[in-house]
């Protein structure tokens, strides 16, 4: 059966404070309610870690006031952007994001995709989706080697979605990408690339939902032929017998052995966790930490995972920063994200990097953060391809320039598709992007934040929110939107667009500026070879620019002191 919003608090209630607890998508409503608890299969069975486990010598412990003591690495700092492969078998059916819950949802565009690909999900579930994905025409060395032309300086993997695959040698989640799939490690591939060609490695993680997510594989058809015949989210271990999966516990993946709940988005109403689905997150953490020592590791969580009822994310934070410093000598060389690092929880602003997803800073930020975003879905959808929706170059190098004007970092999504490989209009968005790096990366690689980010009608203008957290990472940009950086004693203004007259009015910059107090020695145009003029006086400094334009995305100035 489902259960009420009011039941979901009851037992929230009676589980106590220290209850492992997560999201549990709504799904009272449904047609054919989730199974009543004497048909529930059976938990499967935990694989014990050796002593010692989850546990690195270090200073840090697992507590606000020992993680406060963090400090984010130059590194990361000065790396500014990133490229993420937020890439595993829910790619493989090309049909965009969270395919493994809306495969079971009645009727939906993917539920229909699903029967004609693979067949009801009562017999062929998600589990079949992993099966048919082979990656095989997956070349690691090439893609790393197109980003890092494109300006990355740090690559990120996915070790996991809500769909609880691991993409990696799990030795705590036996439904992974050697067992099954692929049958190779997928991080593990990434990581020698990446690493091979001079990156910085990043990881992420987003497994600790699947417990909610994947609520809807215990329901079934409310009408047709197969009407209230069960989806395959409730199948046990023994089920398997005979088939491809035989041997593998089909609740190490659905992870679907409790009644289903409801909530009220996004932090109320929760149903507990079972402790134990918290612990193996907490051991496949690290067991992913210990194999691939990720230089960023990435939650997709308010603050941290199965925050704030479970210890686990303190836990990990503590370990992966101890662990970092055995790696490096005593030196604290890796990131941890959080999101929703705000309000009351504003103060793990110390202790974790935040991420804003799909959205950016309104500005004045004197504590680094995150952008991730993406130029289409998430996940690979075709039909974005088909129809060349993926956002521009020029939008994709305007937002790095405004965020890095914010003293944050971009990490930017280019979806892969099931096979391993990007699409041509994926291959000229990176073109495009190494083309404008390679003149324009000194204004933006090892930077700080200037003492005013910008000027133009961008600042002042109301921006739509994101959903995530801070305004929309798209916007619409002019010749008279400027933002800043500074390097050493040079200052760099961005023009986000050409002026038609070709001159620039930096107000910042203007004689008596305090800001800027020094004489201008010389101001340069960076990828142009021909004559900029300038004048100064107490309305700013005016630049004339030359008559052809370096490129068709943004401009970049370099002005030197005398």
Known sequence: MSISRRTAL???????????????????????????????????????????????????????????AYKLPDWYRDAKFGIWAHWGPQCQPEMGDWYAQRMYQFNSADYQFHLKQYGHPSKAGFKEVIHSWTADQWDPEYLIGLYKKAGAKFFSAMANHHDNFDNFDSTYQPWNSVNMGPKRSIVGGWEKAARAAGLRFAISSHGDRAWSWYQSAQLADPSGPLAGVRYDGLLTKESGKGLWWEGFDPQDLYAQYHLMGTYDWPQQGYPPIDKAFCEKFFKRTVDLINKHNPDLLYFDDTIMPIYPTSDVGPRIAAYLYNHSMVQNDGKLEVVMTGKQIKGPDAVWRNALLLDLERGVSNGGETIPWQTDTC?????????????HQYKSAKSVVQLLIDIVSKNGNLMLNIPVRGNGTID?????????????????????????PFAVYGEGPSTTATAPASHFGGIADVRTYTAKDIRYTS???????????????????????????????????KVELLGNSGPVTFSRDAGGLTVKLPMEKPNDIAYALKIVPA
């Not at 589980?15 to 004497?38: M, Q």
């Not at 001159?503 to 008596?512: D, E, P």
């Open 424 to 448: 041509d209009d994926e291959v000229k968005v990176l073109q495009a992007l190494a083309e404008w790096i390679a003149p324009n990366g000194e204004a933006i690689y090892e930077t700080r």
């Open 375 to 387: 130029i289409g879905h998430w996940h690979y959808q075709r039909s974005l391809f088909e129809n």
């Open 487 to 521: 390097k050493h004693d040079a200052v760099y203004a961005f023009v986000m667009d050409w002026p038609e007259n070709r001159q620039v009015l930096l107000k910042s910059l203007a004689t008596g500026s305090s800001v800027f107090p020094k004489k201008i020695g």
């Open 10 to 68: 009851k037992l929230f209630a009676a589980a106590g404070p220290a209850a492992c607890l997560s999201r549990i998508p709504d799904v009272a409503d449904a047609a054919v309610e989730g199974a009543p608890a004497s048909e529930l299969p059976p938990a499967p069975a935990p694989i014990p870690a050796p002593n010692g486990f989850g546990v690195a010598r270090g200073p840090f412990q697992p507590t606000l006031e020992s993680l406060s």
